[in-house]
């Protein structure tokens, strides 16, 4: 059973910078991404990396703005955002499967999630 823990998230000011973790609790080395709702909206994608940590993906309305980066000996995923908005204010979920594609479609392992809130 794959079970990610999240860490990070907060409130920062616009403009401002966060940064989230997520650790699998797996050896298995799974690619790995983030998903984020906000209040009233779907759950949508932001970003993705593969287990080789050689392919990203992003949204478009975080490209440029936000990193997804890995520590593979501890099967960890980072999400670095800077030049926080207030819509970026959202539930934060870290996700995990096998195929980086799997991940970006509907991974099969969530995260508890972690609120990040921007304010104006």
């Known amino acids: 059973q794959v079970q990610l823990v999240q860490s990070g998230g907060g409130l920062v000011q616009a403009g401002g910078s966060l940064r989230l973790s997520c650790a699998a609790s797996?050896?298995?080395?799974?690619?790995m991404g983030w998903f984020r709702q906000a209040p009233g909206k779907e759950r949508e994608f932001v970003a993705a990396?593969?287990?080789?940590?050689?392919?990203?993906y992003y949204s478009d309305s975080v490209k440029g703005r936000f990193t997804i980066s890995r520590a593979n000996a501890r099967n960890t995923v980072y999400l670095q955002m800077n030049s926080l908005k207030p819509e970026d204010t959202a539930l934060y979920y870290c996700?995990?499967?096998?195929?980086?594609?799997?991940?970006?479609?509907?991974?099969?392992?969530w995260g508890q999630g972690t609120q990040v809130t921007v304010s104006s």
């Open positions: 990396i593969a287990g080789s940590g050689g392919n990203e």
């Open positions: 797996v050896r298995t080395v799974l690619a």
């Open positions: 996700a995990a499967d096998h195929a980086v594609g799997t991940v970006v479609a509907g991974p099969g392992y």
